[in-house]
């Protein structure tokens, strides 16, 4: 008994010394991600910690690149840290019990696209990168083939849509976009801007749909900022594009890229030259109950514009770095437009209307900035002062007639329209970063936008009637003086949890102003019978002020390397334009017209999205939804006009509330050494609201419909060998429904190579356009009445381009020079 109790003991003493002996030891790496060449952190990159070809455990980095990862046995491992477009960086090490804890400290990803000589070369393929506020899509030679200007590419980029007849830009499914250029806006309208940037003159687009309170709130569903190459590299180089794009018509596209580096001074410059006529066609087919009609449409447009940025860097020291640029847009363009409208049966004077127009636009912006790096790593403040102007005139020439059934003349009319614009923009920002602590970081800053805008529209028309004899003239003048200010502070307020935790909340306030004053005078004289002489004047003045607060907030969760998830919420704002507000007519055919609306308010948006990423072994994919609640929607009204019993007006008007939903996806995949893609699709469901008119009572009254919308894409790039590679693009947009007609579904596919030469410093690039001519716009509708059509534009086009990049920065004699004067040279400033 006494040696089993003894036996007891013994063991019961070992077992307790075996509980009571220390766990193993545990240790720990941490660093920082940035890229090799610009020195800026690398967000959302993929750290994995591995023994042997087995991952154990890993992280995603940081928004400012950095990383920690705990837990780890004290044995040898392998570090490798990987991010789409860079080059993997891999690095043995041992955790041991005197060395448990290791910094790895910066850690430089060199890209993929690596440099010759002091040239930055473009990636073959681009990429999309998900960031705690933004999608980021690298330009990548894929992309720039895929279009000879920023227009031309944007299909390409997922949720994005280029309307192919208007031009007209919308993201997530909504034309409430804002666009920046280098994070600067313009006073030119996105569609005129966009046609003048050369695609190859595109460093990288951020898709901001849920924007910070840094940015400006306007814009539904987001910011599209478009980044320009800037490089840095010391001496000189540059990079120079041309190309020929076959249509109907050639049309030619040339853009350069210069940089000179010396010592502290950084000089850099983009130029882009557009040619070429554009020639559409189409027809619409109306039902309207006594008035049937063809109406046939032909349009030509000579296009001629230039893009030009020069810039500096001065580098004061390693604090201080004071940077200035201008941008100088000038946009020439001539055009005619044929309307030819056939009624039938006979039933009224068939009307033919012939208008010629020529558009000038001169925009030249002025920026400065200046950057402050206080001693504590991170902590900043920056001035920038940005004014901006544009002219823009147009000289448009109308001839009308219209026949009688027989084909006598009835009428005919000679019209001529003068509008001289005038926009003045001035905008001052002050920011301030201060990280408090590794894991806080505080941001501060205000904004004042003061914009004026002054038009006059001279519109003349003299004609002759037939029957019964007469003649008439009638002469209008429009001018409008409106100004529009905006003062807004911000901050901002970031908060780094642990290695998986990451959040940001923010508030903007907002003082908004508007001052609009309209005039119009209309002088008629008609000598029918009873000779008339008659004088109308209209005077209309807008003015509001409102004060608004927007908050926003994000949260990242990254429970591995593997995965990552965004929560984002943010208030939005659309202030009526310019033209949705102005009485005075915007365009005119002989059955529309279209004005603005003074009596406008502004609409509000409140934005949730969701989005996930996923690494895989082939690449990342990100889904993500989103929930849109629009109060005070504006939307399109028509109703009719009380001076033309068979002319609608075309303007806008406020809604109630309205929802939109949407879901997407994208990925960047790499199925094979030869075969990679970046795939997309894209759904979204809203309520469409607006006025119609009753087909059998010809009273106006609201109408709305759901809708929903699908699009995909898929860019595939082959590559045969280094220095050829082919790309195949295939886009599907789904059917699209308003309150008055269906837009039809579009699809088309592309097929393109690209060939290196001079050792990667030369590139041909080969394009086929819509291989199967099956890209144009049909719509179906029944409201009021039954109304059909088609229009078509060059969309089955050949482009040849040849890109090349000179220079090497090998300023030898230079260089020497500022290692005697022991002269710091820096990064770039953006």
Known sequence: MKLKLFIVCILSAIGSAFAQAPVAAIGNVSGKVIDKATKEPIGYASVSIKEGDKAVTGAVTQENGTFNILNLELKSYTLEVQFIGYKTFKKAFTLTGADKSIDFGTIALESEATQLEGVNIVAERSNIVQKIDRKVVNVGKDLIASGTTASEIMNNIPTVSIDPQTKELSLRGNTNVRVLIDGKPSNIEASQLLQQIPSSSIKQIELITSPSAKYNPEGMSGIINIILHKNTNNGFNGTINAGVTFGETPKTNTALNLNYRVGKVNFYSNYGYNHGINANHGWINSANPGLENLQNFEFRNLGNSHVLKLGMDYYINDKNTLSIYTNQNIAHTDGYVKTVVDYFPAVKNDTY???????????????????????????????????????????????????????????????????????????????????????????????????????????????????????????????????????????????????????????????????????????????????????DTQDDTVTDDIFT??????????????????????????????????????????????????????????????????????????????????????????????????????????????????????????????????????????????????????????????????????????????????????????????????????????????????????????????????????????????????????????????????????????????????????????
């Open 353 to 535: 209307q012939h208008f010629d127009n020529e558009n000038e636009n001169k925009t030249h912006t002025y920026d400065l900035a200046f950057k402050h790096d206080f001693d504590k790593k991170g902590e900043n403040i920056e001035f920038q002062a940005n004014y901006s102007k544009t002219k823009n005139s147009e000289d448009t020439n109308y001839d009308n007639n219209s026949h009688q059934t027989d084909g006598t003349l009835f009428s005919d009319s000679v019209a001529k329209n003068l509008i001289d614009g005038v926009t003045d923009y001035a905008q001052f920002n002050i920011d301030y970063v201060n990280p408090i602590s590794e894991s806080l970081k505080l941001e501060l800053g205000a904004e004042s936008r003061i914009q004026t805008t002054e038009s006059d529209f001279v519109s003349t028309e003299a004609g002759n009637r037939y029957i019964p004899p007469a003649t008439f003239t009638k002469d209008s003048n429009y001018d409008f003086t409106f100004d529009r200010n905006i003062h807004a502070v911000y901050s901002n307020f970031s908060k780094q949890w642990n290695s998986k935790w990451s959040s940001q909340i923010g508030l903007r306030a907002e003082y908004y102003e508007i001052n609009g004053d309209f005039h119009r005078v209309d002088n008629n004289f008609d000598s029918a019978d009873t000779p008339q002489n008659t004088t």
């Open 549 to 830: 607060v927007y908050p926003s907030a994000f949260i990242n969760y990254a429970p591995d390397e593997k995965n990552s998830f965004n929560f984002n919420y943010s208030r939005r704002v659309d202030r009526p334009s310019i033209g949705q507000l102005s009485p005075i007519r915007e365009w005119t055919t002989p059955l529309v017209e279209s004005r603005g609306n003074p009596t406008l308010e502004p609409q509000f948006t409140n934005s949730i999205e969701v989005n996930y990423t996923r690494n895989t072994k082939i690449g990342s994919v990100t889904s993500g939804v989103f929930y849109r609640h629009i109060t005070n929607e504006i939307s399109r009204i028509v109703y009719n006009d009380p001076n033309n019993v068979e002319r609608k007006i075309l303007s806008y008007d406020n809604f109630d509330d309205n929802n939109a939903y949407g879901v997407e996806a994208s990925g960047n995949l790499k199925f094979t050494k030869w075969w990679a893609a970046n795939v997309s699709a894209d759904a979204y469901f809203k309520t469409v609201k607006g006025t119609v008119q009753n087909a059998i009572t010809s009273e106006l009254e609201n109408a709305q419909a759901e809708v929903t919308t699908f699009n995909t894409r898929i860019n595939n790039t082959f590559t045969a060998t280094k220095d050829i590679r082919f790309q195949l693009f295939g886009m599907y947009r789904g059917a699209d429904l308003s309150l008055q007609f269906e837009r039809k579904a579009m699809w088309k596919a592309d097929f393109g190579m690209t060939y290196n030469v001079m050792k990667g410093m030369g590139t041909f690039t080969l394009r086929f356009n819509d291989i199967f001519d099956t890209m144009h716009f049909g719509f179906d509708g029944n409201v009021p009445y039954r109304s059909y059509g088609e229009f078509y534009w060059e969309n089955q086009t050949v482009y040849v381009g040849f890109n090349y990049m000179f220079g090497g920065g090998k300023n030898k004699a230079l260089q020497r020079k500022q290692r005697d004067a022991n002269e710091t040279q820096g990064g770039g400033m953006f």
